[in-house]
């Protein structure tokens, strides 16, 4: 008659105590952990979080917004917009002295922080103010609302058509 014995494992690590086995696991499950963080982290630092400033681009609303004939200012973009039967346009309503935001009085506007006074298509009439009005590119999205770029200067004579 024979007896049989249970073979050894031959990794000292599975030998040894249930705490020694439990210790083991808890390294392995702790670097796996730090493995991942590393992967987690890596991925974090190459989509950077940055920002670009404040946004340049603001739907202004549907066209019928916009009475034709009258200028409406646009609180959230800082712009004017001037609909006429030539076409829409949006004039900046930032002062070109020190950054403050004109509002319309008479047919012009006037600054209410050092008193410069533009005409209606933004000319400086007095200072101290040092050039006019800037004018910038409007587009229609796909469900016709205007946007406006603040990124894109252009002539004030250019207006949107076609709407
Ligand atoms: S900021 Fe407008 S006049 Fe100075």
């Known amino acids: 008659m024979s007896v049989e014995t249970p073979q050894q494992d031959p990794n000292p690590a599975r030998q040894g105590s249930p705490r020694r086995s439990w210790l083991w696991k808890v390294g392995v499950y702790g670097l796996g952990a730090a493995f991942v963080q590393a992967v987690w982290s890596t991925f974090?630092?190459?989509r950077a979080t940055v920002s670009y400033g404040p946004p340049k681009k603001f739907n202004l609303g549907p066209l019928e917004r916009f009475a034709p004939g009258l200028t409406t200012f646009v609180e959230g973009a800082g712009v004017f917009v001037k609909r006429d039967e030539q076409g829409v346009r949006a004039m900046s309503a930032v002062c070109t002295h020190l950054g403050c935001t004109v509002r319309s009085e008479g047919s012009g506007f006037v600054c209410p922080c050092h008193g410069s006074r533009y005409d209606e298509e933004g000319h400086v009439v007095s200072g101290p103010a040092?050039?006019?009005?800037?004018?910038y590119e409007l587009k229609q999205d796909g469900k016709r609302h205007l946007v406006v770029d603040l990124a894109r200067p252009v002539d004030p004579k250019t207006r949107l058509r076609g709407t």
């Open 44 to 46: 974090r630092f190459a």
């Open 130 to 135: 040092p050039d006019p009005l800037a004018f």
